[in-house]
């Protein structure tokens, strides 16, 4: 299995994907990435759900450990459901909900944590108990 480092997962799926409005971010290469999820301050259920398991891990982790569970989907809509939920991991990226605490090794996809504004995203959300 080939690892992506997620600057060059968000090049890809914002290529594929049809959005794009906001200010870019920028990447450590110099290129622009426009956010998936823009002009809001919520959270999608996907991106709640996989902010929440970054969260509850309590370390660093791969965010594609947690699509298995998160799919169920079979054959086709398998694929598409995948594809939904990486656009999901980059969106949080891309916002700065979370970052790669560990990078990509080549055996090891980045290792990610919640930042302060995703913590704080969560506790808005409800996700989060105060304290």
Known sequence: ???????????????????????????ATGASVPPMNRNTNELTEDEHALLDHIHRAGEPVEANSFFAG???????????????LYEAYVSLWQRDLIESAIPADGLHAD??????????ALRAAGGVPQG
Not at 1 to 15: A, K, P, Y
Not at 73 to 78: K, P, S
């Open 111 to 120: 290792r990610m944590v919640p930042t302060k504004a995703g913590v704080a």
């Open 1 to 27: 299995m080939r690892v992506i480092h997620i600057e060059t997962l968000g090049v890809l799926l914002t290529n594929v994907s049809a959005a794009a409005n906001a200010s870019p971010r920028r990447l």
């Open 70 to 84: 998160m799919n169920t989907e079979t054959g086709r809509r398998a694929t598409e459901r995948q594809v939904k």
